[in-house]
T-cell receptor, first 113, second 113 residues
Framework: NAGVTQTPKFQVLKTGQSMTLQCAQD?????MYWYRQDPGMGLRLIYY???????DKGEVPNGYNVSRLNKREFSLRLESAAPSQTSVYFC????????????FGPGTRLTVL | AQSVTQLGSHVSVSEGALVLLRCNYS??????LFWYVQYPNQGLQLLLK??????LVKGINGFEAEFKKSETSFHLTKPSAHMSDAAEYFC???????????FGSGTKLNVKP
């Protein structure tokens, strides 16, 4: 039972390159989230998905796209990376009902040169 | 719009001393409130949550927080700090649908021997 997994753990890109960050859960929950964490700014929501096939924008969606093709996976794509997207990216899963706890993945540290 | 303010980006206490980390929120509706802890190079882990039940909430590792509506605060406390408490702490707020979570900028706790 791995919980929430993210790949890759580290990535270095050049400006203009594209990449997809992968997130997968084995917890069978509906809601999934993508955040970015920058020093002194806490976590900011990029996109979230309330269920398979649905996605909505968060606070900072510009420059990102997401895909939720099935319940288990939620991917984040950078089409043309910019240095401002250098950050640590976290995926999270919400355990609903009376629990309402978010479970976080270990993060992906992305550097854009 | 909801927002969370954490006063003090860095807090330093001696081992055995009281820990007090401050969190104030702004919300147009009664919110759900959370405290998370992040150890270096890891994802976030839930410490405790307020979901409109008891105003004094007890969490893991001896931490507790009190919801004070009149002060719009949800401060985190621990009577006696331990070296293992050194980490970064985040306060977060969400509405009842939990579609979006808003995080504070974080407080790094340093515990001196």
């Amino acid at each position: 039972n791995a919980g929430v997994t993210q790949t890759p753990k580290f990535q270095v890109l050049k400006t203009g390159q594209s990449m997809t960050l992968q997130c997968a859960q084995d917890m069978n929950h509906n809601s999934m989230y993508w955040y970015r964490q920058d020093p002194g700014m806490g976590l900011r929501l990029i996109y979230y998905s309330a269920s398979e096939g649905t996605t909505d924008k968060g606070e900072v969606p510009n420059g990102y796209n997401v895909s939720r093709l099935n319940k288990r996976e939620f991917s984040l794509r950078l089409e043309s990376a910019a240095p401002s997207q250098t950050s640590v990216y976290f995926c999270a899963v919400l355990a609903g009902g009376s629990d309402n706890e978010q479970f976080f993945g270990p993060g992906t540290r992305l550097t854009v040169l | 719009a909801q927002s969370v303010t954490q006063l003090g980006s860095h807090v330093s206490v001696s081992e055995g001393a009281l820990v007090l980390l401050r969190c104030n929120y702004s919300s147009s509706v009664p919110p759900y409130l959370f405290w998370y802890v992040q150890y270096p190079n890891q994802g976030l882990q839930l410490l405790l949550k307020y979901t409109s039940a008891a105003t004094l909430v007890k969490g893991i590792n001896g931490f507790e927080a009190e919801f004070k509506k009149s002060e719009t605060s949800f401060h985190l406390t621990k009577p006696s700090a331990h070296m293992s408490d050194a980490a970064e702490y985040f306060c977060a707020v969400s509405k009842s649908n939990f579609n979006k979570f808003y995080f504070g900028s974080g407080t790094k706790l340093n515990v001196k021997p």
